[in-house]
């Protein structure tokens, strides 16, 4: 599957301080937001917490989180996010996209707003 990258705002949830948008690499196999710490602190997002993350390269690291309104495509969701190293790449990550109801298509490797989000097997029992 080849890359697809999304403009995406981040805002701190008081919507406060100036908001951070940027392309953001679209990930499904990382669960969590990611962004510059410096870039986030500009948009009023601080440390709630620290977690520990598995690098590409299988390196773990411990990283400081936040919370913060993300939208991208017309949608918007309320996220943890990574405050990562300066320089790094934003990633957004998959508890994002799906709360939003958006999904990737592998073929076009395009995103795509979803007909409904599925509650099937909440009903199904």
Do not use: Q, W
């Amino acid at each position: 599957m080849g890359l697809t990258h999304v403009t995406v705002c981040v805002e701190c949830l008081a919507k406060t301080g100036e908001p951070y948008e940027n392309e953001f690499l679209v990930d499904t196999g990382v669960i969590d937001c990611l962004a510059p710490a410096a870039a986030l602190a500009k948009a009023g997002i601080h440390a709630e917490g620290k977690d520990v993350y598995e690098l590409a390269n299988g390196e773990i690291v411990e990283y400081p989180y936040g919370f913060a309104r993300i939208r991208f495509m017309g949608s918007e969701t309320v996220s943890k996010i990574i405050l990562g190293p300066d320089g790094v790449e934003p990633i957004l990550g998959v508890v994002a996209l799906e709360s939003t109801g958006i999904g990737v298509d592998p073929v076009s490797n395009t995103l795509k707003h979803m007909t409904a989000k599925p509650l099937k097997s909440i009903f199904s029992r």
